[in-house]
């Protein structure tokens, strides 16, 4: 059964960078697109980004400009920085296991399992 | 971008009634990019329903999902307690998009 565990720091102020990283154990890590998600009262559920085992990433239109999404295939893990937060990136920020992808063909386009979330509040 | 929109905002129903909740697309999608999760309180959201009408692991047949092109459903068929809960869609599209939910309360 795959388990994903995140960590990263709770309490940041404007214009800092966001960090958080998510641990994959269990399963395969390569073929799948790993994700992070946010969720906040304003905007709901918010796609972030996602990256591959092979570094091939994709991010949101909206947070492009500010997302580095980064992967560890050494220790199944992958990372999350959001450069320049402000009050508006305060959130619950999610990982999760998202589209399976082979050759050119991809499959399972959902997310499953998710991390336990972590509470970013943005904050003077 | 694929706008999806969740209806109603809230259900008030009993244990034991029956379930329906709306999710509307803003253009036609494929059935296989549109997912159903539950989230509880303090909790991740889970997926129950993949490829609009397929139960993900673990989720009893009281859920099912159905609809095509712009219009989908998930239905739960008699209420337990623990469905209690906010229910959202999602779409993988050329980005991803998720419903704003559906919170499903005790009457």
């Known amino acids: 059964q795959m388990r994903l565990q995140q960590w990263g720091a709770g309490l940041l102020k404007p214009s800092e960078t966001l960090s958080l990283t998510c641990a994959v154990y269990g399963g395969s890590f390569s073929g799948y697109y790993w994700t992070w998600i946010r969720q906040s009262p304003e905007k709901g559920l918010e796609w972030i980004g996602e990256i591959n085992h092979s570094r091939t990433t994709n991010y949101s239109p909206s947070l492009k400009s500010r997302v580095t999404i980064s992967v560890d295939t050494s220790n199944n893990q992958f990372s999350l920085k959001l450069s320049s937060v402000t009050a508006a990136d305060t959130a619950v920020y999610y990982c999760a296991r998202g589209r399976y992808c082979g050759g050119t063909t991809c499959y399972w386009y959902w997310f499953d399992p998710w991390g336990q979330g972590t509470l970013v509040t943005v904050s003077s | ?107």
């Open chain 2, 1 to 107: 971008e694929i706008v999806l929109t969740q209806s109603p905002g809230t259900l008030s129903l009993s244990p034991g009634e029956r379930a329906t909740l709306s999710c509307r697309a803003s253009q036609s999608v494929s059935r296989g990019y549109l997912a159903w999760y539950q989230q509880k309180p303090g909790q991740a959201p889970r997926l129950l329903m993949y490829e609009a009408s397929s139960r993900a692991t673990g989720i009893p047949d009281r859920f099912s999902g159905s609809g095509s092109g712009t219009d989908f459903t998930l239905s739960i068929s008699r209420l337990e307690p623990e469905d209690f809960a906010i229910y959202y869609c999602q779409h993988f599209g050329s980005s991803v998009t998720f419903g704003q939910g559906t919170t499903l309360e005790i009457k």
